[in-house]
């Protein structure tokens, strides 16, 4: 089995923001930690390419919807390949072989009862894309502005009897504490199961919607839109594929082990849809996967969004300030599951204190000394500095407990402790006063030995998030080929490289 972990796939119908790339970041952080540490992952990523949202994009500007999303997909996947995701699978609804898998899954419900046309008339919010029922009013009765506008009309759709799984859904969510984290947000699920209620609109008139996926048994209707996006977790890894797709082994990889998924779409998509639309599909409950629910990135305490003018965009910060500090940040920054606030100061304030200075400073030092005092050879022949291959262990415990709960900006904290204590090595130890002392010389090569090991481990522990400073360090360390993880890699008679400044410090703000 790989360990396959998902983001959501985002809607290709405006520019990608600082939200987008958080999510994926993470996802990707997530991805390479498991292939680092547990040996193997799946990371799968992509876009949301059809529903309303995009074909009235895509109208507004007066360009056909599928070259509409052609453009916008290429600036995510460029992106991407600028933030240095690195994704086994590439999610675009437009892809025939999900279009192909996505009907079969309609048509095996619709053989086995689960699907029912009927007429309804009532109101319908245009912005979010579904009919309200009495529920939706608000105090005065009224459907409110989040609802935007709000028409009323009469028209005959599919349906999925989504409320008769609510016992089993309630039961299930009960049952199984890990099916959402963090735990404050699988409350938040019980009580949204609570008020579930009625069936669930699945189709559209293509008179009204025509970009979207056709009903293989009533060409007259497409698909809505979450009906599509959430079965790509399941056709794009590789579920009722067909022979030569080049899609993985299903088998591989089901049950996702982290659907992570930003805390606007937990209720009702993931949370109540999904799950059911599974249960409907007989997945039995081992078969369900795991919802990793985050925050989201505000700025100044506001929401982002177009008409404030505050949407922050990744790609000029990744210009201005590279990858890697941004990456850094947004996953040092921010607690798993909670809101933070997006601060360009707190960017570049983070990349210097904690790169520059103590990590960066840290490697600089130790490669350094080793050179001045050891011609950058180092002696194995003493044990380490008391009690620092425990400390590394116990960090290594910590950081791998922290992330397989997805708490990445702990695991960081884990790493860095192993960095305090390092630096803290050198300013007690004084390499520059034992290499005066012919006496400490087995001490100096214990303290230069323990300070590269420890580097060493520090470039393992850093390479999720930082992958290609993580290579920059183990060069400068010449230990490409020491990947292991248990304290004492680097052999007796080891050569260190020369040292040059992993983390430049950034001097400027908004020197874009
Ligand atoms: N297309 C749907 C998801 C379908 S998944 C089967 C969608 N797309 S989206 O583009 O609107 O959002 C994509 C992801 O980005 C979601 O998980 C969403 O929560 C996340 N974020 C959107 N804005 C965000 C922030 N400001 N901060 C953090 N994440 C945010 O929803």
Excluded at 40 to 48: E, H, I, K, S
Excluded at 168 to 183: A, D, G, K, S, Y
Aim: charged share 25%; net charge negative.
């Amino acid at each position: 089995m790989r360990y396959f972990v998902t983001t959501a796939i985002a809607y290709t119908n405006g520019d990608p923001h600082i939200g987008h790339a958080y999510e994926i970041i993470l996802g990707d952080v997530i991805g390479r930690y498991h292939r680092t540490f547990n040996g193997n992952a799946f990371f799968l990523t992509g876009v949301d390419q059809h529903g309303q949202k995009v074909q009235q994009a895509a109208q507004k500007i007066g360009v056909a919807p599928y070259d509409f999303v052609r453009g916008l997909t290429d600036k995510f996947l460029a992106l991407w390949n600028k933030l240095e995701i690195q994704k086994d699978g590439w999610a675009a609804t437009t892809d025939p072989r999900h279009k192909r898998a996505v009907q079969k899954v309609l048509q095996e419900l619709y053989d086995r009862g689960q699907l029912f046309k009927q007429r309804y008339s009532g109101y319908y919010s245009v912005r979010q894309e579904q009919f309200l029922t009495d529920k939706e009013r608000n105090e005065q009765g009224e459907f409110g502005p989040e609802w935007g506008e709000v028409i009323f009309f009469e028209e005959e759709n599919w349906y999925f009897p989504l409320a008769k799984h609510k016992e089993w859904l309630r039961n299930f969510v009960e049952t199984h504490p890990h099916f959402v984290i963090p735990e404050f947000r699988r409350q938040e699920l019980l009580n949204a199961i609570d008020r579930l209620s009625g069936d669930l609109c699945v189709s559209r008139p293509k008179e009204r919607l025509s970009w979207g996926i056709e009903f293989p048994f009533d060409p007259d209707y497409v698909t809505f839109v979450w009906f599509d996006a959430l079965l790509n977790y399941l056709t794009f890894a590789g579920y009722l594929a067909e022979p030569g797709s080049g899609l993985p082994d299903f088998g591989e990889l089901w049950p996702c082990r982290g659907h992570i998924i930003g805390k606007d779409i937990m209720v009702p998509a993931h949370g109540i849809y999904w799950p059911i639309m599974l249960h409907a599909m007989q997945f039995s409950d081992v078969q369900m996967p795991r919802l990793v629910v985050h925050g989201w990135w505000n700025v100044e305490g506001h929401k982002m969004s177009k008409s404030l003018g505050n949407v922050i965009d990744p790609d000029t910060l990744a210009d201005a300030y590279g990858p890697e500090a941004l990456r850094y940040y947004l996953m040092r920054d921010v607690v798993t599951g909670h809101d933070a606030d997006f601060s360009e100061e707190r960017l570049v304030l983070r990349y210097n204190t904690d790169l520059a200075n103590d990590l960066g400073n840290l490697i600089n030092r130790t490669i350094n000394m080793s050179q001045r005092y050891r011609k950058g050879v180092l002696a194995q022949r003493n044990s380490p500095v008391a009690g620092f291959a425990e400390h590394t262990s116990r960090a290594l415990a910590n950081y791998r407990d922290r992330f397989e709960q997805y708490m990445v900006n702990e695991a960081i904290e884990a790493a860095w402790d192993l960095v305090s204590r390092a630096n803290a090595l050198v300013e007690q130890s004084a390499p520059w006063h034992m290499a005066k002392d012919p006496g400490q010389k087995d001490q100096l090569d214990a303290v230069l030995y323990t300070l590269a090991e420890t580097c060493r481990i520090l470039a393992l522990l850093v390479s999720p998030i930082l992958p290609s400073a993580a290579e920059r360090i183990l060069s400068q360390l010449k230990a490409s080929d020491f990947r292991g993880t248990a304290w004492g890699e680097l052999p007796d008679g080891h050569v260190l490289g020369l040292p040059t400044p992993i983390f430049p410090r950034i001097e400027q703000i908004n020197d874009y």
